[in-house]
Every structure is written in C-alpha cells, then in structure tokens.
C-alpha cells in the first residue's frame, strides 16, 4: 500500500466536523461582564458573539459573569 492511498483512505475515515461556516469558533470559551441595573434588570457590557451566518447556531461556550449594583435604591 502506497502513502498515497493509505491517506487517501484515513482522510475518509475523518469524522464530519459540522458546520463550515462555524467551525473554527466551535470550542471556543468567551467572556461576557454584564452589569445588574436598578430595577434588577441585566445590562450587558460587551458584545456577545453573533450566531453562524450558515447554521443559525453560536458555536462558542459563554461564560456571563454579572457584576453586582453597586448603588442607591431603585425609585
């Protein structure tokens, strides 16, 4: 068996990575602060990653960390 055909052959055998469009950012750890307003509502601080333009689906893992109200009471 050649090294030619016997790649050819493991490069078959290659598990179906997903989508194309995404697959890159599959795995990834991304990290979000967000701030709790007033009103006990969450703002977010930075962007979130937007989902796959190909599948629909945000690939990476995110990790919100909210910091607390650091104020008054709310009117």
Do not use: W, Y
Not at 19 to 41: K, L
Not at 45 to 72: S, T
């Amino acid at each position: 068996m050649t090294h030619r055909t016997r790649l050819r052959r493991l490069e078959g055998n290659l598990p179906d990575r997903g989508c194309p469009g995404c697959r890159d950012r599959r795995g990834r750890v991304v990290t979000v602060e967000s701030q709790r307003q007033a009103d006990d509502s969450i703002n977010s601080l930075q962007p979130i990653p937007a989902d796959c333009a190909v599948c629909g689906k945000r690939p990476e893992f995110i990790l919100e960390i909210v910091r607390p109200f650091m104020g008054g009471k709310a009117a």
